[in-house]
């Protein structure tokens, strides 16, 4: 009893069943399971990669993604969580993407995500998603800024973005974000050694956290030093603030609060708001473009036009760089038929 | 008194009185100079890389490539040596490329190496270049296969890579070699660890050297039941010969040496060297063009087109896809001007 419209293997599950314009929609309604599937076959490099960019682009750049980065163990995931809270009581619709494989937030389910994450995981307003443990084409580089255009166009007004230290290869979170919050805690990362590894630089708010500690004062003092010394870009001078978050405390979260949204005015007045998207989507276009002609070049693999090339040089008739020229003129015809 | 043609600074020095052919010209003369001067030209991705490699090209392809690679401490250098001297016994001119960073052969100047080189350094016949020491862009993976052409073009009849390991993401030597010789010690590299560092698929022939050790007995019996297990290709079976290379002995070298004639006349025969060189002819294409793509994407960068397609993905007019899409066709536009 073979189907001829589904094979004999029967329905196949997936990509004929996804309706991206219906995922979409339910999506901006406020719907986690769409936005849960979209954020899915981004991660995943599905086929309909494209169509979801396509059907979600119109729809973004109203949220604010904000950094959290800063070295293991300093607070993140509970300032985190904290920072959730308070952007849920101002009314904002908050995304989460936790990045840190260290992260309680990490770890693969979306249900697991939901009983760490406690009091928000109940709340519509709030969408978690753990990215560190999922293995997927290009990494977290490629698919980070995927699953923020999700959240973005779902409605999230804020999306924290949890990613651990500054300098990782696997993501710059600074090159991302909005505002990069970098929190530090006391004794751990002093202002020399936060100097050192080029965290003030990206730092939009330095936060040092667990404040209660024995040399916060210290920790704050140096790196407010530090920042008098330089870095001063336009009017705005990275606030260094003081915390305090964990389950029971948020001593200081409110302040912060306050930056993140200074901030995000200093962005849209100053202008620098704009540069930071212009170069995001610079990047991104560039990565897509390069990795569109390594697979055309791929494609070109084991085809007569690369084999004679080949030939060509063996035989001493042509260099490899003149090869490369002809190749690279092959796959700009190429380009050139496919355009509109 | 300033010189009008030369400019203020005086004599310019280096590109302008670099004469391309006449250096080709004095390196297959046979010219030592000549070749050091041709090699750094290459590895310093000079702008005369091209004019370079379009002069040696023709004159290419004459040279057995016998890469020499294994674990630290497992005796390459000496065997290099054993290796050089029996080819230059039977009257075969000789190039030799040490990538090894640990390498007694490494460590900068072409002076330095003839000293610790010994018995070859005075030998017209033989050419030495420690190249793993030395900066360059695009590293060794890069500028490696540029120094063959060099030593081939030359007219040696052999060149050795000496090479750190297996797996390196540096350079992987099986991909240059037309011979891959994968040394062994008793005791350190055991058939099953060999296995399973993939280091018996890339052997043509394997060398456990040191066989004056107690475990030799052991390591080549196991070498050989693993062989026997699998892996021959058209009529190739990876010999496993034994070897006491040292400044006194070259025990087992002559039938080492007798190993690697016979491989180049299987290669030969057997269309395997044909297939082996077209492959790494068209990965040397693919790199060049990959390089010169990236290169005009960066010259795109602060141009208009680049950012008023960012513009429209910032607008949500459209979406990064097709910008990279447009972006690409550009690119091809480009290359298709530049056609011949």
Redo the contacts between chains.
Sequence with gaps: MTDPAVGPAGPRRGRRSVDVPELVRGARSGDPRSVARLISLVEDASPL??EV??A??????GAQVVGVTGPPGVGKSTTTTALVAGFRAAGRRVGVLAVDPSSPFSGGALLGDRVRMGDHALDDGVYIRSMASRGHLGGLAWSTPQALRVLDAAGCDVVLVETVGVGQSELEVASLADTTLVLLAPGMGDGVQAAKAGILEVADVLVVNKADREGADRTVRELRAMLTLGHEQDGWRPPVCRTVASRESDTGVPELLAHVEEHRRWLVSSGEG?RR??ER??R???A???A???SR?GDL?GSTA??S???E??A??????????E???Q??????R??P
């Design positions: 990669l494209r960019a396509a979600l682009t119109p729809h973004t750049g704009q998207r212009t989507a610079t991104e276009i560039e897509i473009a390069v569109e002609l390594r070049m693999r690369l084999a090339l080949a030939a040089v063996l001493g008739r042509t260099d490899p760089y003149r090869a490369a020229d190749l690279v003129r796959l700009g015809h190429a380009s050139a496919m355009g």
